[in-house]
């Protein structure tokens, strides 16, 4: 079955430290890629998207993700986290015949120590 | 990107009732999906509604438990069927922002069942 793994459930890293956070999706044609940022009590605000063509995307927020298809990976980045950006992160995949909806993965939760 | 209006934003329901949610698009759109997000959670999906068409619902979820409208191409509704604690959870709306493939979602509503 297609699936989407986020192996990190929770990570805390220091504000201004570097983070990244690791999405695998299972093989599937032309995947497109996604990753939403959850606040708590808040929706789902998307915070970039690949679908085709350079494979480093940038994202609102100061965020990136980078595409590989050789490792199945969509991984997020950011150099200098903010305290600001404590939330969860959910990545997401839509594959391509697929009936349009997303599979999310089952999320990493940030926490950012001062 | 389209702008849905959900609504309710919460509520505290009785077991055995039912609650009806909406969603309206600012915009026509085709499908319409439905996520439930269980406490701690990720989304997970519920239904997919096209208007014309009844509901599409993935395994796990009934129409009976779970009917859903499709009037027209920018609105939808949810309904929670004979509720149990266990049907206490975040209920998100979202459409494909075409042609660009991106997703909005809802706000979200928040049940509580007591």
């Known amino acids: 079955a297609q699936s989407v793994t986020q192996p990190d459930i929770h990570i805390t890293v220091s504000e201004g430290a570097s983070l990244e956070l690791r999405c695998n999706y299972s093989?599937?044609?032309?995947?497109?890629l996604f990753w939403y940022v959850q606040s708590p009590g808040q929706g789902l605000q998307l915070l970039l998207k690949y679908f085709s063509g350079d494979t480093l995307v940038q994202g609102i927020k100061g965020f990136e993700a980078e595409f590989k298809r050789s490792q199945s990976s969509f991984n997020l980045r950011k150099p200098s986290v903010h305290w600001s950006d404590a939330a969860e992160y959910f990545c997401?995949?839509?594959?391509?015949?697929?009936?349009?909806?997303?599979?999310f993965g089952k999320g990493t939760k940030l926490s950012v120590k001062p | 990107s389209a702008v849905i209006s959900q609504k309710p934003s919460r509520d505290i329901c009785q077991r055995g009732t039912s609650l009806t949610i909406q969603c309206q698009v600012d915009s026509q759109v085709t499908m319409m999906f439905w996520y439930r997000q269980q406490p701690g959670q990720s989304l997970t999906l519920i239904a997919t509604?096209?208007?014309?068409?009844?509901?599409?619902?993935e395994s796990g979820f009934v129409i009976d438990k779970f009917p859903i409208s499709r009037p027209n191409l920018t609105f939808s509704t949810l309904t929670v069927s004979n509720m149990s604690p266990e049907d206490s959870s975040i209920y998100l709306c979202s459409v494909e922002d075409r042609p660009n493939y991106g997703y909005t979602f809802g706000s979200g509503t928040r049940l509580t069942v007591v």
């Open positions: 997401a995949v839509r594959y391509g015949g697929s009936q349009g909806n997303l599979i």
């Open positions: 093989y599937g044609a032309t995947p497109y």
């Open positions: 509604a096209n208007q014309g068409s009844e509901a599409t619902y």
